[in-house]
């Protein structure tokens, strides 16, 4: 049926291509597979550290891009230099660029050096981070190493289309999608299918029925493991059979096609993404009789694990070889027209190398010539100068000098300047360090910023709006304050859209939402499938579009299967695009203290060293939780808020302000003042600290408890080394591993607060045991911290700071 379905579009569409566009097709093949061999020769030569090359992909990606239009999307993977150029989204040049690792981001636009070659990405914010019109311009989404990681994003990119088509609501939102038309265009290896994440959106782009557009560039291998070992029956297209649509049921259109057949590749192309686009369904374009001329990348060679006979094949069916075939014996052009534009792109590539080699080399000689000239010893004849000379010589010699050789350089000067080489007239020191400290602030730039966001609307610009309490304030549940947030939420801001398993249809397993699916309707807040990565990179996928997703993964504990990507993509997002690209998504779920193994958990330091450039926090109650959720939402950065699964149902007083009260990021609160000792803790520990506050009340000793609140960021204001001033002595309390949350807080104020300089005691830290929580109340009581725990900690602290006044108990 799919098939059928496809010929009688392809009569009404049919398309056929003038010599001049066949030409040009052929020009970009010329020049990218150009930009292969050169790119790959400056790796080997040592002007890049690593190369990983499009050669043998170029033809079918000629095809691709002539159906890839405004306001669609890509999400793919290193081969796709081809695609990149044909469809004008880059330059010749930004190939050569990323292979040196140009920091300069009007050279390099896709990564500004942050990222090894190949790895594509459009700017969809202007220079002050603000979205630009993205139906006007064709997007990439910023390509990702780990293989498949690409596809859970792709899953999102697809649906904000299909919602906008659903959704009449969304239709003045018109920098995001004109009715729903764009597709998103996946690109993937035949051996990266091999990965969960690739059968995750599968399954889901045919539950979701989205307009999703997936090429599987198939070349045989995946580096040297070959198809029979990656792929039940050695074929992408033949398992995903059972995926395909029929006359009654919806699922896939799957067309298969050689990528060296320039004709077939651009029929299919064309009907398929023509479909894909009028009707929202998936297809899957498996791209076969790939080569890959210069083996995978510049990291060993293809000569050792390919037979001859296949290298033999490889270069008979080269698809460019094969195109040129065709051109001739379809009399579309001469063999002298096709050799003249074969040496046009042979030199059009050269001179791009040149170009971008200039651009990235120039500024560091100049650098260099600059920092030679300063740190000059001519008028110094202390016993160190020939030392200094011999610097300044060995950096002279090098010879194409990047920073590092500079910089350390410089800094290896600077110790050897002695005071005589400073006299009033030289102040050699002064000008040598003032150069290296500006230059360090330079490097940082280039290379430490845009880890958050740097725009008007980072979550630390965010005006904080206490909660306001009438006198006749009610006391409510906490699920229900949540519910009512969300609620003021949906209805002020239609581009929030929630989803998660038992989100929709039920209003959540906690009744958080419990309604808004029959008052906002199934396209602002719907259920998954159980199914964690795709849930996130369907959240990824919206935010990079520009909607607002929240993302609920059910408990803390199943979080894992969705960490990879909000470690890999979502957290390196804005600075593996230097402010190019950014993901407002929130993901909410709920943890601390349930019952056994996989519902009890708090594993804090696994998500905090896992997703720098994402908020974590971790309210207490669910007043603060709708107040994180507020703030989150007013910025232009993603977070993870975790709700204390036990607070649903105790009461909170009801602030009079829902849905406006915003809660500060990296803001800590002191709950009680104290004086002997600082308690630290967040969450649901909190609870469990307050009870041991009271007992130790009973014990004369004052304690000082403060609520993080905000893991990521930490205290920004150092409010904790503040309170240790006064108590001279800390306990960091949670529920983590031991060495896992507790230690990161340790550090943060002993290291980074400089906490150590108060302290009277050695500081503490109570935890969890190391395994994780056993079943049951005892089991609970035994594996997690309790308030017996806090009290013995803190008072064993007292008794060796004061034996006499505190005696021991046991
Ligand atoms: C998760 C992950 N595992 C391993 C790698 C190392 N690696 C990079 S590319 C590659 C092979 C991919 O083969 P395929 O998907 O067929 O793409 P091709 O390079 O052949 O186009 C591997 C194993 C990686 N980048 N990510
Ligand atoms: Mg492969």
Known sequence: MAVKTIKKIHQETSQAFDKQQILNDYRTANESRQASLLGRREVLTGKGKFGIFGDGKEVAQLAMAKVFRNGDWRSGYYRDQTFMLAAGMMSIEEIFAQIYGDTDAQFNPMNAGRLMNNHFATRSLDKKGEWKNLTEQKNSSADISPTA???????????????FRNNPELAHLTNISKNGDEVAFGTIGDA????????????AAGVLQVPLAMSVWDDGFGISVPNKLQTTKSSISEVLKGFEKTDDKDGFIILKAKGWDYSALCKIYDEGVDYCRKNHVPVLFHITEVTQPQGHSTSGSHERYKSTERLEWEKEYDCILQMRKWIIDESIASDEELNTIEKEAVERVKQARKTAWNNYQKPLNQLRDEFLKIADVTTCNCAKTQKINAIKEDLRQVADPIRKDIMSAAKKILRL???????????????VSTWLKKELLVSSEKFNTFLYSNSEESALKVVPVAPIYTEDALMVPGREILRDNWDSQFAKNDKIVMFGEDVGQIGGVNQTYEGLQTKYGENRIFDTGIREATIIGQGIGMAVRGLRPIAEIQYFDYLLYGLQLMSDDLATLQYRTRGGQKAPMIITTRGHRLEGIWHSGSPLSMVINSIRGIYVLVPRDMTRASGFYNTMLQSDEPALIIEPLNGYRLRETRPSNIGEFRIPVGVPEVIETGTDVTLVTYGSCVRIAQDTVAQLRDFKISVELIDVQSLEPFDIHYMIAESLKKTNKIVFFDEDVPGGATAYMMQKVLEEQKGFQYLDAEPQTVTAQAHRAAYGTDGDYFSNPNAEDVFDCIYNLMHNYNPVKYPKIF
């Open 149 to 163: 990681g690409q596809m859970p994003r792709l899953l999102g990119l697809a649906l904000t289309s299909k919602l």
């Open 192 to 203: 990266s299918t091999s990965e969960g994440h690739f059968w995750e959106t599968i399954n």
């Open 417 to 431: 300047i002695c005071d005589s080489c400073s006299n009033p007239e030289n102040s050699l020191k002064i000008n």
